[in-house]
């Protein structure tokens, strides 16, 4: 191991220790928005899918790396887009209700 | 650098080394905030919106430190994946919630174990174990994500059947293919005596067969769990992939990920009394051990005799404090916004509602409460179990619609039963139970429920919730 690979795991333990203490206050009610915040966040394998399919263009075998390179671009991008939308829809849903209550 | 694919673009890049990991530090606190703003209702949104945020930045600036802005070929797929993305984001049912995340539980495994192996690939001829190491193990859990993840999409969009599948020798089965994903593992990352599409085709066909067996075992009443675990796994592989390609900003908020899901496993274990351990190996499905009385018939017509004496309906007659207690069985009936009439009905005459929702209520965690709250019901008015369990034996009344388990006193002192120690719903401590289920049979668990038998102040609605609801409704 390297030292980035070193600094890689660092960086994983203190994301985790503190992501998983965050999640802590998250309220119940809200844990199903959190799931599909998270599919989004999941979604950030986008980096790597970009990353590994310019990779590939430049490589021996273009063809094959662009098409499983697209098809990784496609997926994470579904997560990423979706995951926030479906997140904002409902997020959107538990404000909005609360004051048409208050009107009525 | 030790990957050859940073190799290639780190050399002529706009933005300095030092400058990157500064901003991939900011991304992923901006992803941290945005989970904090989750803990709060009001600031939920926004916190959102700015991981949202977040993730584009740090798509922006990933092209512009590799130098792949101009390449253009990678615009259409991007593109794809946003319009299918907004699509599948605005067309689903809210009832529907369970199978999207699972199915973008999938979708994230797989595209980290397509990165992975592309990160595989390039380094299987070098040195560099830790990255192989770690791109084999991000192929190996992508793909038993997204295997697992279809299966309990399928089943919960009940595509496949719902019940439960055991396998003959299934735990010897899970074992041998655990064995054998462990041994790819290490080959990948320390021979190299097997050519890379047999070793890549062992890792993909044996995760598949787990991810599989590991959900088809999968009931109802365990799906929560399950979900939650894929939620974690599929940030545990995007972690895992990070590692692979030595992406730092792709650890960081895999890592969150991984760790949220395994939190929200831990709480959903703690609600239905399972061993993560237990659900870790694979043991993802109840058995259904509980004894069923045998007298049960003549019991329930006692019961049914009791409530014949007095009308549900006048029970409800000026009360001055309720509890509702809606389960998965409301919203199978689609009974929500009834309920809500119901409960709006109640505080017209001058009575206080509650909500009282049990951890696992419903498909995965939290399902019950944005149901209700699509129904129009204030987010104000809905409690979790451990704020309102001490108010029951207050209350003038408790209605339960559509839910069993979460209620069920034998889960205080029947040992032995699969529902024995798991926290409940203290619904039996209410002077008077209405209850709308549809039929008296056990729920899930197969434990019958004693408050059924119970001889005064217990009123059961057998039927349909919409109907029964309904025509409760009526009668006030």
């Known amino acids: ?104 | 650098m030790n990957s050859s694919i940073l190799l290639q673009f780190s050399t002529a890049s706009l933005l300095s080394d030092p400058v990157y990991y500064i901003l991939c530090g900011v991304l992923a606190m901006a992803v941290l905030l945005g989970i904090h703003f989750m803990s709060k209702v009001e600031t939920a949104r926004q916190g959102n919106l700015i991981s949202a945020v977040a993730v584009a930045l740090g798509i922006v600036i990933t092209l512009i430190k590799k130098d792949i802005l101009p390449v253009w070929l990678i615009y259409p797929g991007m593109a794809i994946g946003l319009i299918f993305g907004l699509i599948l984001a605005k067309k689903v049912k809210m009832i529907q919630m369970p199978q999207l995340v699972a199915l973008l539980n999938g979708i994230g495994g797989a595209a980290s174990a397509i990165v992975a192996s592309f990160a595989l690939v390039s380094l299987y001829q070098s040195p560099d174990v830790f990255g192989k190491v770690t791109a084999s193990l991000a192929i190996v859990i992508g793909t038993i994500t997204l295997f697992g993840s279809l299966i309990a999409a399928g089943k919960l969009h009940k595509v496949i059947s719902q019940k439960p599948v055991v396998l003959p020798l299934h735990q010897v089965i899970t074992t041998i293919l655990l064995v054998v994903l462990l041994f790819s593992i290490v080959s990948g990352g320390f021979l190299n005596n097997f050519s890379f599409p047999v070793l890549l085709s062992v890792m993909l066909i044996f995760a598949a067969a787990f991810g599989v067996v590991f959900s088809v075992r999968v009931g109802g009443a365990d799906m929560p769990i399950t979900i939650s675990l894929l939620n974690s796994l599929s940030g545990l592989a995007a972690a895992i992939a990070g590692f692979a390609v030595t992406d730092i900003l792709l650890v960081a908020v895999g890592g969150i990920v991984g760790a949220s899901g395994l939190f929200l496993t831990q709480i959903m274990c703690k609600a239905m009394n399972r061993n993560l351990a237990d659900i870790l190996l694979g043991k993802t499905s109840v058995q259904g051990k509980g004894e069923s009385k045998t007298e049960k018939a003549p019991e329930v017509a006692a019961t049914e005799e009791v409530a014949a004496t007095v009308n549900p309906a006048e029970v409800v007659k000026g009360v001055k404090k309720v509890i509702i207690v809606p389960g998965y069985g409301m919203a199978l009936a689609h009974a929500q916004h009834l309920v809500k009439s119901l409960a709006q009905k109640l505080t017209a005459d001058g009575a206080t509602v509650k909500y009282a929702i049990h951890p696992v209520a419903g498909r995965m965690p939290g399902h019950m409460d944005v149901l209700l709250i699509e129904a129009g019901v204030p987010f104000e008015d809905v409690y979790e179990m451990d704020d309102i369990n001490e108010e029951f034996k207050d209350a003038d009344v408790a209605i339960v619609v559509g839910a069993n388990d979460v209620l069920n006193p034998a889960a205080r002192n029947a040992e032995g039963t699969p529902i024995y120690g798991m926290p409940i719903l203290n619904v039996d401590q209410c002077s008077k139970i209405i209850i709308f289920n549809y039929d008296l049979k056990p729920g899930y668990s197969g434990v019958d429920n004693p408050i059924y038998n119970r001889k005064e102040g217990v009123w059961v609605i057998q039927g349909d919730a919409k109907d029964t609801v309904a025509q409760f409704l009526s009668e006030l």
Request: proline letters at 3%; charged letters at 10%.
């Open chain 1, 1 to 104: 191991m390297n030292l980035i690979q070193y600094i890689l795991l660092g960086v994983f333990v203190v994301a985790s220790v503190v992501g998983y203490l965050l999640i802590n206050n998250v309220p119940s009610r809200l844990h199903t928005p959190l799931m599909s915040g998270m599919n989004a966040l999941s979604g950030i394998t986008i980096l790597g899918a970009l990353l590994a399919t310019a990779t590939a263009l430049s490589s021996s075998n273009p063809v094959v790396g662009y098409v499983f390179g697209s098809l990784a671009i496609i997926l994470a991008m579904i997560n990423v887009a979706g995951g926030f939308a479906v997140t904002n829809r409902m997020l959107k849903m538990f404000g909005k209700k609360k004051e048409d209550n208050n009107e009525q």
